[in-house]
């Protein structure tokens, strides 16, 4: 853009010039010196219009291609924060399931098997002694105790088992 204006103060300095330094006798070569300055700002003016038209063209390529460019990154981010509310949901769910699983674990440790809750009857039928024994001992029927030593053995087993 500096560069016009040199040219322009360039050829208005020209003109100046011819004008205080003419010649009263070449009246007609002062015309064709108009003509000629005239050309030459038409063609200075033609030349700057044809720069700013492109400087116009590159202008909108540059703002065309800078959309489409904020397009796909608004994409992209729009993607990401997709992905990541995925990843925080099932993050939560893993969570969620953790819990269950350790509440799940913590009840079946609240539950005690059955030797520990019955302590000493497990004791005195493993010291050997008769269930009408451990019955009268504990004051539990006779048919609990069966059922509980009977019980006892079969979560034994399953324990090996597993």
Request: neutral net charge; hydrophobic residues 35%; glycine residues 4%.
């Amino acid at each position: 853009m500096t560069y016009y204006i040199l040219i322009l103060i360039g050829i208005s300095i020209i003109i100046f010039t011819k004008f205080f330094m003419k010649d009263h006798s070449k009246q007609s070569s002062y015309s064709e010196f108009l003509k000629e300055v005239e050309q030459t700002v038409e063609h200075f003016s033609i030349e700057l219009e044809d720069e700013n038209s492109k400087l116009m063209n590159q202008i909108i390529k540059m703002k065309q291609s800078t959309h489409a460019e904020n397009q796909q990154l608004t994409k992209r981010v729009e993607h990401l924060e997709k992905q990541l509310l995925e990843m925080k949901n099932l993050k939560e769910e893993e969570l969620k399931d953790t819990k269950s699983d350790q509440k799940i674990v913590e009840k079946k440790n609240e539950v005690l098997n059955i030797n520990q809750r019955y302590d000493e009857l497990m004791r005195l039928y493993q010291g050997g002694k008769s269930i009408q024994y451990i019955s009268n001992k504990t004051g539990i029927n006779i048919g609990e105790v069966q059922l509980i030593i009977n019980l006892a053995m079969q979560e034994e087993k399953s324990r090996a088992r597993a």
